[in-house]
């Protein structure tokens, strides 16, 4: 990859206007013949009409879930990560859905019902009459706004998301991008954020434990992913692991070998990338073959297939 892209990969930031370079990303680390990148796609706004820039429509996003499970992919959670992807069927291979900032299309109610056309309710409604694409996506929650846009809904709609195999994660208390924040503010802006979970989740708050960085981007300085690491909430780990929003598809198995990659987990924005795009990034993870025994290593348990054609 050269200087340039790297520097653009590295500045770029939702909210600044400018676009994801539409490059695949260089296979990252992969030991030879080992697939075993992990798709994590971005999404923001759902809705009919787009909305700006980062938005998709609701039609967009119902033919991605289509495409994503057809081409045999099957929903994951971080905590599936954490745990070696035991959940992933034989003949699956993972993909992670998150949604950035908490906007109201996300999660929106019609009187007393979920919105049929919000997020949570396409996806849920996906899943409940797709059971082989498995469940569950995350909320990644900024709290420079009132989260879902309805303020005495905060509550209800947060609880909902957990209550619904789903994953509220942290996006910080003002939004603010940890490539400009100095580093003395960093713990205030996680641990802010968490004090506003505590509010609404109480002692569910524990289960917020994922990072998306505001903007997308985290600088590569020394003792970076060690000082979010050292965080700590109701004396838990506050962030176990951090998602980039950079334009690449992270190896599970750099991951499981660095204990900063855990800090710096790849995405793609999806108003940028298509669902065809994502199936031609060169180190994706094949579909896993069937398996007699979940407790093997994890090779055996998702070996690339040779040659598979999608
Ligand atoms: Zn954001």
Redesign the pocket.
Known sequence: MTTLAILILTLWT??TGTCTPLVHADVEDAPPGTTTGIPVLMYHHVSDPVNGYYGISTGRFRSDLAALDAAGFYLITPEDLENGLMCVPGGRRPVMLTF??GWEDNLSFTGSDLDPDCVLAILTDYCDEHPEFGDGATF?I?WDKVPFGVSEQVGEKLNMILDLNCVVGN?TRR?ASFLRLPREDWAASVLGAMDRFQRSLGLRTTQVSTL?Y??GGFPREPGAEELVASFTYDGAQAVRMGFLANGSISSFGTLLESPEGWYRIGRLDMSQYSVPEVLGWRNLMARSQARDDLHDPLPWRMPPVDGERL
């Open positions: 939702p909210e950035d900032d990644f900024s996006h939004h998306a505001p903007g």
